[in-house]
């Protein structure tokens, strides 16, 4: 199978020295495999260090003019993509020598569509938040071997996807920038094809750029504030997988959702992240993500005059 591999690219130049050359050097033939790096205007020296001479003639270099976000870095380089089998990849993602090859042997299995990597952390996760984000109980990673995983587990981070499946499916939402693009899109690729996405447990990847809590839960605020409401008008039914559920609609939910985010739940739950040791904090991790996206969210409707 031919195999093109995207690499979304932007303000890079600190982390590709580590990140690009085990991608240059895959033990899957040359000929059989392209690396698309779509280099979405950085104002970095990332372009002087991806142009350099040991790089520039291993790669096809797709330049942004202005940056236009991850859904529109994906559809350029979906755009020049010729292989079989698509990776898409990002910038701060270590991947071992092998990589190419392991996800071919999997997609040789008609039965898979996506392959979903296993993601860990490239740093000592000594931060209680990304102890919680790479728990092994969280995820992808909850699901037995070659069970079939639900479209929300299915993130795009050093993920594969046969050809056939992204042209049914169709290019990213140029739209959505931010969080919420992978959820758009697994739900449409699920959509066609829903016993198809899996998890290889032994596809092990790194990840070197990780957000800080705190800036996590600014980027969620974003996403109930912008690209939220635009996935939910398309897809009213994933309310349920982001928490919004709780916020609007027509069921007990709602009035479990104003008992539980409110100032004096919120301070509690602030409290007891700070003085519980992990795992006995991750609930709480995952209510202040929760209470993030969806009190934005709500700002919102109220904003827009759709909820008192």
């Known amino acids: ?20 050359p085990p991608l240059l050097n895959q033990d899957y033939p040359t000929a059989s495999h392209e ?34 976000g991850r859904s529109a870095t994906r559809n350029t380089g979906l755009r020049q993509a010729t292989g079989d089998i698509v990776i898409f990849i990002d910038c701060d993602i270590e991947v071992p020598l092998d990589f190419i090859s392991k996800h071919v042997e999997y997609h040789n299995n008609e039965k ?11 740093t000592p996760a000594i931060d209680k938040y990304h102890r919680y984000l790479f728990s092994s109980k969280r995820g992808a990673k909850r699901c037995a071997i070659m069970e079939p995983l639900p479209y929300r587990y299915f993130i795009l981070t050093a993920t594969s996807i046969k050809r056939l499946a992204i042209n049914k499916t169709g290019e990213f939402n140029h739209n959505l920038k931010g969080y919420g ?17 899996f998890f290889a447990s ?14 996590t839960l600014s980027d969620l605020k974003d996403y109930g504030a912008n690209n939220l409401p635009k996935v939910l008008s398309e897809f009213p039914e994933l309310a ?6 709780y916020i609007a609609g027509y069921n007990p939910k709602v009035l479990l959702g104003k008992i539980l985010f409110n100032k004096i739940i919120r301070r509690i ?34 904003r827009n005059k759709l909820i008192e």
């Open 202 to 215: 032994d596809i092990i990847v790194k990840q070197y750029k990780l957000k800080t809590f705190f800036t």
């Open 181 to 197: 693009i992978d959820l758009h899109y697994s739900y449409r690729l699920w959509n066609n094809f829903p016993n198809n996405l």
């Open 269 to 302: 739950v602030e409290i007891m992240y700070y003085i519980l040791p992990t795992p006995l904090c991750n609930p709480f991790i995952r209510y202040r993500m929760v209470d993030a996206l969806t009190g934005s969210y709500r700002d919102f409707l109220k």
């Open 112 to 122: 898979i569509i996506g392959l979903l990597s296993n993601l860990q952390s490239g």
């Open 240 to 245: 349920k997988d982001t928490g919004a559920d």
């Open 1 to 20: 199978m031919n195999v093109s591999i995207i690499v979304s690219v932007y303000n890079a130049a600190d982390i590709l020295k580590k990140t690009l």
């Open 35 to 68: 690396i698309i790096l779509v280099n979405d205007s950085s104002t970095d020296n990332t372009i002087k260090l991806i142009t350099s001479e040991n790089w520039k003639d291993r790669l096809t270099i797709l330049n942004h003019d202005e940056n236009r």
